[in-house]
């Protein structure tokens, strides 16, 4: 295998093997894409509240990236290209379908197998997120889940700071609020 990057036994940085991919590297956008997998089908799966949607975009996201890689402007992080590449498909395959309207889930949507608190945290959490419009999702999830800036959310919606903030603003709001029903016991 031919080392584009000149690290011979070192990691490459993201930058490194998106330069590496567009020089001819045929395995380095494979590496950049194994680096990212699991954070990427997470947003995926975050914003499109389907699975079979989430792999659907991430597998078109990721097509794009690779044909757009040699057009990278280095002013921003390849993660955050790469998020929010997968942000903008997953976003147009809601528009495609006409965004399904948010609605509670019913109990027995996410079966739970293990008992733990820390799973059934985990569920409520989950089921708390998918409630939340699109847009506050995305903002939430990127910013508070992620651990991006406003300013790289911001960037990747292709919105303003503010918008970004207040969309956190309603999603948090509503957060605690479903979260809050969850952890009050019922009445006798």
């Keep these: 295998m031919?080392?584009?990057?000149?690290?011979?036994?070192?990691?490459?940085?993201?930058?490194?093997?998106?330069?590496?991919?567009?020089?001819?590297?045929?395995?380095?956008?494979?590496?950049?894409?194994l680096r990212y997998r699991r954070p990427l089908y997470r947003l995926a799966r975050f914003t499109t509240r389907s699975p079979e949607d989430a792999g659907d975009a991430l597998q078109e996201a990721m097509l794009s990236a690779h044909c757009a890689a040699a057009t990278f402007r280095h002013g921003s992080s390849v993660?955050?290209?790469?998020?929010?590449?997968?942000?903008?498909?997953?976003?147009?395959?809601?528009?495609?379908?006409?965004?399904?309207?948010?609605?509670?889930?019913?109990?027995?949507?996410w079966p739970v197998d293990d008992e733990t608190a820390?799973?059934?945290?985990?569920?409520?959490?989950?089921?708390?997120?998918?409630?939340?419009?699109?847009?506050?999702?995305?903002a939430v999830v990127a910013v508070d889940m992620q651990g991006f800036s406003v300013a790289e959310t911001a960037s990747m919606l292709g919105v303003a700071e503010g918008t970004v903030k207040s969309r956190r603003a309603r999603a948090r709001a509503t957060l605690a609020h479903v979260?809050?029903?969850r952890t009050v016991p019922a009445a006798p």
């Design 79 to 109: 993660s955050s290209w790469l998020h929010r590449i997968v942000l903008n498909a997953c976003l147009d395959r809601l528009r495609r379908r006409k965004a399904r309207p948010t609605s509670p889930l019913e109990d027995d949507v």
């Design 2 to 33: 031919e080392n584009f990057g000149g690290n011979s036994g070192r990691q490459r940085t993201d930058a490194q093997l998106l330069a590496a991919h567009v020089a001819g590297d045929r395995f380095a956008f494979e590496e950049l894409f």
């Design 118 to 138: 820390q799973v059934d945290t985990a569920i409520v959490v989950e089921r708390a997120l998918m409630r939340l419009p699109v847009e506050q999702r995305a």
């Design 179 to 181: 979260l809050a029903e």
